[in-house]
């Protein structure tokens, strides 16, 4: 995966963002820390939720197996579900979420491309499409009997 380019005002839309259900420690300051639900991840940012609230604008220290703690502000809250953006960008690789996934890596972009349609986020789809089509065996003009 490596660093990538994004455009100002597009990063969220543009990050490859890894869906999850794990439980994790957020550190709204220096003398507390509760339990969250991540519930997807990108080298910019995350989404999860909690029954705290949170102050957009906070800055945040979230606990990422693989990487430690990690600085982040909070963009938003609706309910119980909030994202926060990261200070510095992440390297997924080095993510113990995204290293401890199970399954043929080609499932995998097909259930991220689900999870992207179903959100509404085209330009994801379109990226995860891609992904899909330089995974699959067969290339056009190219056949590997």
Request: hydrophobic share 40%.
């Amino acid at each position: 995966m490596g660093s990538k380019a994004y455009a100002a005002g597009d990063l969220e839309r543009r990050a490859e963002r890894l869906a999850l259900d794990e439980s994790t420690r957020l550190k709204p300051n220096d003398w507390s820390s509760l339990e969250i639900r991540m519930l997807d991840l990108s080298p910019l940012g995350f989404r999860g939720s909690c029954e705290a609230r949170l102050q957009p604008g906070g800055a945040i220290t979230l606990e990422i197996p693989g990487l430690g703690g990690v600085e982040a502000q909070v963009e938003w809250q609706r309910g119980n579900q909030f994202g926060a953006r990261f200070f510095s960008e992440i390297d997924l690789e080095r993510c113990g979420w995204a290293l401890g996934e199970q399954g043929h890596p080609l499932a995998q972009l097909l259930v991220q491309r689900a999870q992207a349609r179903a959100a509404g986020r085209g330009g994801a789809e379109a990226q995860i499409r891609r992904r899909i089509l330089e995974e699959l065996p067969i290339r056009k003009g190219n056949l590997n009997v």
